[in-house]
């Protein structure tokens, strides 16, 4: 779907199923461990850790990156694939929220710029007062119901824009990121084994 800010990668390291959460928990704030923080190096993830998988929020203020980062790690011994999830917003149903809302305002504000001119009493009364040469939608175009509905549509257009782009421009240093945490290679789903997809 265009739009969509959600991207699956796969990575590949030599390291152990231990090895790569411990090097996860050292820049993690665990939010399921008391909110405890496992080294000093500075964090750059909040969320849950375990050697099965992962679900983090980005926190780092230093270092650029796409807000949510979920995964899975597949493999064994010291070929481990790592299933990753990036992405704009925590849950794919706040997207979906967004557009419905969008596509519904969009169906309302075209059932009412549609009808007769409102404010009038009879039609009669608008050509009387505008002419038989104005467009009645223009007009209904600059009622307050449609300007509200205009408005609230320009500012869901405006947040998915917005989370869009900034997912983008993220997204590269993130993968970027999570390559040196793991001493591991971008692979592309065929890549990994069919026993760990």
Do not use: C
């Not at 820049?27 to 969320?47: I, M, R, W």
């Not at 257009?157 to 917005?162: E, F, N, R």
């Amino acid at each position: 779907m265009f739009g969509y800010p959600f991207q699956y990668i796969y990575l590949k390291s030599e390291l152990s199923r231990r090895e790569l959460e411990q090097r996860l928990l050292n820049v993690t704030f665990l939010s399921d461990a008391n909110f405890k923080k496992q080294s000093q190096n500075p964090s750059v993830f909040f969320g849950e850790v375990s050697n099965i998988d992962f679900n983090l929020e980005h926190i780092s203020k230093k270092q650029q990156g796409v807000n949510f980062v979920r995964g899975q790690f597949l493999g064994a011994d010291n070929e481990m694939y790592t299933r990753v999830r990036l992405g704009a917003w925590q849950n794919q149903r706040i997207y979906f929220l967004l557009i419905a809302m969008f596509l519904t305002l969009f169906g309302f504000l075209v059932h009412y710029v549609s009808q007769a001119p409102h404010g009038f009493r009879y039609p009669e009364e608008y050509y009387q007062l505008y002419g038989y040469n104005s467009s009645e939608l223009a007009y209904n175009l600059k009622m307050p119901l449609a300007l509200i509905m205009q408005s609230s549509m320009a500012i869901i257009a405006i947040i998915m824009l917005v989370k869009f782009r900034n997912f983008r421009k993220s997204m590269n240093s993130t993968i970027q990121y999570l390559k040196g945490l793991w001493d591991a290679e971008l692979i592309t789903k065929h890549e990994v084994p069919l026993l760990f997809r």
